[in-house]
Every structure is written in structure tokens, then in C-alpha cells.
């Protein structure tokens, strides 16, 4: 489903996580072993939305036969009060699996509720906007994912996908031109080359940059750089952009805007689960 994640390992030891040693002692000694819950998922706000199969998982792996009806599709923008899933089956393997399953359909939807409001903002501009590596350790695959659901492109994955060079490697090489160009002597076919004066340009250019990221640069500084790299190669405009900002940013026409904060710093969103009893089913302790 995404490529590069482990659904089934990641489920496992999220409930794992929970379970400890001793299980679910409250749903074991509150609820009865065959008891049936019928359950809905909903927003309490309005949300992109993102997770949803990832939440069915959890629901699965400790009830086979649950019954589940998907009312929602990953990258869906949806009104408060949406219903997103409707749930049918053992009650304790339900509300075991409950809070694992809301915290990442939360978490998720609120990256890519997050990134459609950025995405919304410089709709009409010529930009893409992109993620960054700013990511929770051992969710990236995930939360990136998300930010494509909410209409964002993903940039590098890892350190493994492109060269991308800083002001630290800078400093050690000596200079950007010579940077580049230890990478460019490397083989790497992706090198994405940080500068934050009009006067690297050019260096990093000759060097062999194939992508430029401006940083910190202020919006007429950055009308400058794109008129001088004149489409040679991607530019991409980065560094404490905010939503109030990146309009402006957006129009000075780089190929590329990245925001940290879209996994950063993205507020959970607000999803309920609500569960009642099936009558109709049996429930002896």
C-alpha cells in the first residue's frame, strides 16, 4: 500500500507497545469474551483525510472477521461530522485495538489536513510544495505519505536518494563549488546544493547542481536567484516559511517551496470512535 512500509510489522509492534505482558486487563475483566460491538469512526472537524486502511489493520489483526465498511478514501476532504468507517465485531478485540488505530488516523489526517491548507495556499501559483526529512524516527515513510495525500510532493526520502549539500558539508570542503563537485565526482546523478547568497549560484551551477534550494532568502532576493538560474535547474525556496508567507514565496517563481512543519508540527486531528453494543449478539461472561 505505501512503498517502503512494513503495514503488518508496524501493526504488531504498535499493539505490542500497548498489550505489555499482560493484555488488555480492563476490556478482559470489564467486557465479555463474546461480546459484539457495532462502532463508528468519525470527524469531529473538517479534515483531509489519511490512514484509514492503516486503522482497519488494527481492527483486523485482533479480530479476523471484523466487519468494516470504508465510507472514505485517503486523500478525501471531508466536512465535520463525516462518518469515515462503520465497524462490526468482538468488542474486546475492538476496543483493544481502538487507541492505536485513532492515534494514527489522527496523527495522519492531521499532516495531511495540514499540508491541504499550504497546498490551498499557493494554489494557482506554478509551485509544487514539498515535505521535508522532518519526520517522527520510524514513521517517515508514513507521515510522508500523508503529506502526499494532502496534495504535497515528496522530497528526498533519506540521505540514501540524493546528495543534498549544507552549509556544514560546505565549511569542510571549503567552498559550495567544491562540494558539488566532490559529489558530482562521486556519480551522483541528484545533487541538490543549498545557497543562501546570490553569489553561490553560479559556482554551484558550474559544479554540477541539479537542484538549487534557496534558503532564507527573502522574497525580492528570491525573484533574483530564479531570474538568474533562468530554468537551468529546479529552485526551491525553503526556510521558516509559514502559512502567512508562502504566497509571496510561491509567486516569486521557484519551481518548489518545502515546509517542515507539515510533519513537524501538525496538530492531531480531531477523529472520534464511538462504539455501542449489538444486542443481537450474544454476550455471556
Known sequence: MIPGFDLPAFVAATLAEDLGTGGDVTSQAVIPADAVFTGVMDSRDAITVAGIAIAEAFFRHLDPAVLID???????????????????????????????????????????????TYVDAIAGTGAT?????????????????????????????????????????????????????????????????????????????????THLLLDNMPPAMLRDAVALVAGRVPTEASGGVRLDTIRAIAETGVTYV?????????????????????AAAPARA
Request: proline fraction near 2%; glycine fraction near 10%.
Open 129 to 209: 510544495l514539498l515535505d521535508t526529512r522532518k519526520t517522527i524516527p520510524g514513521l517517515r515513510r508514513i507521515e510522508k505519505y500523508a503529506t502526499r495525500m494532502g496534495g504535497a510532493t515528496n522530497h528526498r526520502i533519506g540521505l540514501w536518494d540524493a546528495a543534498m549539500i549544507k552549509d556544514n558539508h560546505v565549511a569542510v570542503a571549503g567552498s559550495v563549488g567544491e562540494a558539488t563537485a566532490r559529489a558530482k565526482a562521486a556519480g551522483i546523478e541528484r545533487i541538490i546544493v543549498e545557497v543562501d547568497r546570490i553569489d553561490q549560484i553560479e559556482p554551484a551551477l558550474s559544479a554540477g547542481a
Open 70 to 116: 470504508r465510507l472514505v478514501a485517503d486523500g478525501d476532504r471531508v466536512a465535520a461530522g463525516t462518518e469515515l468507517l462503520r465497524l462490526r465485531g468482538n468488542a474486546r478485540a475492538l476496543l483493544t485495538a481502538e487507541r492505536s488505530a485513532l492515534n494514527t488516523v489522527q496523527h495522519l489526517s492531521g499532516i495531511a489536513t495540514l499540508t491541504t
Open 258 to 278: 518545502s515546509v517542515g512543519r507539515l510533519t513537524q508540527s501538525a496538530p492531531a486531528a480531531d477523529i472520534g470512535l464511538d462504539f455501542t453494543l449489538d
